[in-house]
């Protein structure tokens, strides 16, 4: 290939713009974000190798090195992995924009003191080099390629890259960082290694520098031609550990999740038994950007006997734990295990299993004893787990009593077991109703004797509570029950001089119900009298086993048939407007707005808007 100018993507014309503008804070990461793409080359090899082992060529054992010259003022990271051919180079490094691009974007706005820490996070870490640098070559040759396919890749990070076919026998990838004026700091071996120390301690390959030594003559420290490696090189998850620090522990976290904040709790340990394999999980404390995404693969890597298989390997998690980040290394699996066959074995299975129940473990000892973070971990991930009521059967009761709620009694933070101990004597069921806002559950008319009788009712006002709820029968025994579902039958809450005179309103009430019903017959199914309400004049319901109009809503706001069925007017003889009814000579427009304001009260939408409003407005002026 002759030598071709070409442009960056749009995107990545930004990102380089932020780049060289912007990060002032952590630039040390530029050397972290290298050498993981280093290690990353060559744990793409090893993997590609166990088919094709003449991919190694003559050199086998991988390595990063890594080195400055102070004369030329560049610093060099070298590594033997898999490389890149021309094409790859020109795809990878400038012309594909990354999908986290426009999150990361969005991330820096607005922040003053802009934190480079946070371009891994995103994908675009090998773009942090011209935080540093005002020129980046980059030298590479495939594995498997012959020397004549060699790449050079250069750009000042500004508009557009160069590239060309060079002659490269050496297989891997060299990038060169042409510092910036100004960035002088970088050339010391010192820094280098302290950088290489913090970060990549962990990463499982030699990381090799030019040993220094002392020159008595000179009276200072001279570079050698020795290499040494600066790095422990040792998988932190396969140390024991009593040798790891937290403070270990949390950099490895930092380079697996890209998470700027440290994770809110993690587990190490080795399994053994009928299958074996090491763990290292952490639950972040915030969200990821893409948390909502369900078909975002896992962040659980797979190691097998330590020779990496793959990233985000979902088969080791269930689905609504896709947030945990983490290291598998399983002693049992074959090398050559794919996807496919992941979701078949009974050995992932095991790891599956054991996994959720140490997640479970890890987060039910942070509820126990931090409440307040555990709260934290609520608002950020709670809508994820409580997926996991429906899909995890196993865990069901486990995940249930992790479960948090607003409640008529606490805006957040009420669990179950919260709820089962307040109960009043006598209550027999847990009440739940279920909105899309919080506001809009607070004031449902459903809630009016429960208010007035200080009975607790759970809020719950996530999409996914619906679906939750019908996974979720019942808790310690008590069963689950939707105040707007069904009569409300309080049992031994309601006393029987309340029974008896409730009954007898509504027996008088009676010809009015059968007037109504005519006036409403196109709209509800039933009209009936309520003890429920105490203020307003309305409510509707449904049916014990109909679906409740707030999952109909939601259904239909999805673009899918929710059935058509009718619901029931509930209407509360003691109020004025139903006092008002018999004799009123607008018997019907006012039973058409009893139907439309009780639909209004609980969030749904009137099917004729205009109609309703005459209506209202014909009162008015009478
Ligand atoms: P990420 O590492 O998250 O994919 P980067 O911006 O760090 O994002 O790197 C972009 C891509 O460039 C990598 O995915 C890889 O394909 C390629 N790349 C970068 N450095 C190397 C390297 N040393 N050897 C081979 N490929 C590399
Ligand atoms: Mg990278």
């Known amino acids: 290939m002759e030598k071709q100018t070409l442009s960056f993507q749009a995107e990545v014309k930004q990102i380089l713009h932020l780049v060289t503008h912007s990060l002032y804070s952590n630039k040390e990461i530029f050397l972290r974000e290298l050498v993981s793409n280093a290690s990353d080359a060559c744990d793409k090899l090893r993997f590609e190798a166990l088919d094709r082992p003449e991919l190694f060529e003559d050199a086998p054992n991988l390595e990063v090195r890594v080195w400055y010259d102070d004369q030329a003022k560049t610093i060099t990271i070298r590594d033997n992995g898999i490389g890149m051919s021309a094409e790859e180079a020109v795809q990878h490094l400038g012309t594909i924009a990354k ?109 090799l520098m030019p040993k220094q030594q002392w020159d008595e003559e000179r009276k200072e420290q001279v570079t050698t031609d020795e290499w040494e490696p600066v790095n422990k090189a040792a998988a932190l998850w396969t140390r024991s550990k009593s040798d790891v620090t937290d403070a270990q522990y949390q950099e490895f976290y930092k380079q697996i999740s890209y998470d700027s904040e440290p994770p809110l709790a993690y587990t190490h340990n080795r399994v053994e038994g009928r299958t074996e394999y090491t763990q290292l999980l952490y639950v972040p404390a915030k969200a990821p950007f893409d948390l909502w995404n369900r078909d975002k693969r896992g962040g659980v890597k797979l190691y097998v006997k330590r020779v990496f298989i793959m990233d985000d390997a979902e088969a080791l998690m269930p689905v609504y734990l896709r947030f945990v980040k983490g290291v598998i290394d399983s002693a049992d699996l074959p090398l050559n295990v794919s996807r496919e066959l992941l979701q078949e074995s009974r050995d992932v299975k095991a790891i599956r299993e054991g996994c959720t129940k140490r997640v479970l473990s890890m987060l039910e000892d942070v509820a126990e004893n931090q409440k307040d973070k555990y709260a934290e971990f609520w608002t950020q991930f709670g809508a ?80 996914v509570d619906e679906w939750m ?3 979720l029968y019942e808790f310690d025994g008590k069963p689950l029950q939707s105040v707007a579902k069904g009569g409300v039958d309080l049992g031994k809450l309601q006393d029987e001089e309340e029974k008896k005179q409730a009954e007898q309103t509504a027996e008088a009430f009676k010809p009015v119900l059968e007037r109504l019903k005519i006036s409403l017959a196109d709209r509800a199914k039933d009209v009936r009298t309520t003890t429920r309400l105490v203020d307003s004049p309305a409510c509707i319901v449904v049916d014990e086993h109909d679906m409740s109009s707030h999952l109909a809503r939601l259904l239909k706001q999805a673009g899918q048939d929710a059935p058509k069925g009718k619901p029931i007017l509930e209407v509360n003889p003691a109020h004025a407007l139903l006092k008002r009814l018999e004799a009123s000579e607008q018997f019907d427009d006012l039973a058409q707005i009893l139907f439309d304001q009780a639909l209004l009260a609980e969030g749904g939408q009137l099917e004729d808007p205009a109609a309703y409003v005459q209506r209202v407005n014909k009162l008015l002026a009478a």
Not at 117 to 132: A, D, E, M
């Open 99 to 207: 999908s986290g691009t426009r999150e990361f974007m969005a991330a820096l706005e607005g922040e003053k003191k802009k934190d480079a820490n946070l371009i891994g996070q995103f994908g675009v870490g090998f773009y942090s080099g011209f935080i540093v640098a005002d020129r980046i070559t980059v030298e590479s040759r495939r594995a498997g390629l012959d020397a004549g396919h060699g790449v050079r890749w250069s750009s000042e990070g500004t508009g557009d890259f160069e590239v060309e076919t060079i002659d490269r026998p050496a297989r891997g990838t060299d990038v060169i960082l042409h510092l910036r004026e100004g960035e002088e700091e970088w050339l010391s071996a010192w820094k280098l290694k302290s950088i290489i120390g913090k970060y990549s301690d962990h990463i499982s390959l030699p990381i």
């Open 384 to 463: 994820v787990l409580k997926e996991g009521i429906g899909e995890d059967h196993a865990n069901q009761e486990r995940l249930a009593k992790l479960l948090r709620f607003a409640s008529t009694h606490a805006d957040s933070g009420v669990s179950l077991a919260d709820y089962v101990g307040r109960m009043k004597e006598g209550q027999e069921a847990i009440y739940v109703i279920t909105a899309d806002t919080l506001a809009a559950a607070k004031g449902s008319p459903q809630l009016e004797v429960f208010r007035k009788k200080g009975i607790e009712v759970l809020l719950l006002v996530d999409r």
């Open 469 to 471: 709820l019908s996974h």
